[in-house]
């Protein structure tokens, strides 16, 4: 079994709403990251938790703000977006940082659709 | 430093025919390599990897060969469906690093 669970599939908000974007996995993956998405591009990476330390911030605003509160959760706090910041936002893990054996496979959740009103 | 250099899309086919979208990389070392699938309104699921030199990855009839001497790692399948209608990334990652490289994608069209 190889899933990642993200919640809300899908979020509106406003400029000035505080809000969450949620990922779970129970694969016993040590590492987990946030990429953003937006229409046709690839994948951007944002952050990145390796035994759930911060290990990678791609320079990202501070209105992004990652918590990862044990090795199976990582959340995603959003606070005074602004309308770009809308697109798919994606969740991954890879079973052990730096494995020669998994060749660092990175397992991606279903995502969430943000929208910023 | 590294990177990844996909055939730009779209490409259209019909239903049956022989696909190959064409992927290169520039890496140190030995990178491992990836392709994911994107379906619409979806995230990327991993189609197949390849960990060394000479390895073939293989999924759902697709199939790619780590070519070290040609920097390459072609996706092909030898007859295509509607349901293969989707965004395909080629993408690269080394050992002992969390990071992994997209290529830009290439959307794929099968008519019916």
């Known amino acids: 079994d190889t899933e990642v669970t993200q919640t809300p599939k899908h979020l509106v908000m406003g400029m000035t709403n505080k809000k969450s974007l949620k990922c779970e996995q129970h694969?016993?993956?040590?590492?987990m990251y946030w990429y953003k998405q937006k229409a046709k591009k690839p994948p951007e990476l944002m952050f990145v938790y390796s035994y759930e330390k911060l290990s990678i911030n791609e320079s990202v605003p501070s209105r992004f703000s990652p918590e990862c509160p044990n090795s199976s959760l990582l959340n995603l706090h959003l606070h005074a977006l602004q309308p770009e910041d809308s697109a798919l936002y994606l969740c991954a893990s890879s079973q052990d940082p730096g494995s020669s054996s998994s060749g660092n496979t990175i397992y991606f959740g279903e995502g969430s659709w943000l929208t910023v009103v | 430093g590294n990177s990844v250099t996909q055939m730009e899309g779209p490409v259209t086919l019909s239903e049956e025919a022989f696909l190959t979208i064409n992927c290169t990389y520039t890496?140190?070392?030995?990178?491992?390599l990836f392709w994911y699938v994107q379906y619409p309104g979806e995230g990327l699921q991993l189609l197949l990897k390849?960990?060394?030199?000479?390895d073939k990855g293989s999924n759902k009839g697709f199939e790619a060969t780590y070519r070290k001497e040609t920097t390459s790692f072609h996706l092909e399948k030898g007859s295509v469906q509607v349901s293969d209608s989707a965004v395909y990334f080629c993408?690269?990652?080394?050992?002992?690093?969390?990071?992994?490289?997209f290529g830009k994608g290439t959307r794929l069209h099968i008519l019916p």
């Open positions: 993408a690269l990652g080394h050992l002992r690093d969390d990071k992994i490289i």
């Open positions: 390849a960990t060394k030199a000479d």
């Open positions: 890496a140190t070392g030995y990178p491992s």
């Open positions: 694969m016993g993956h040590r590492a």
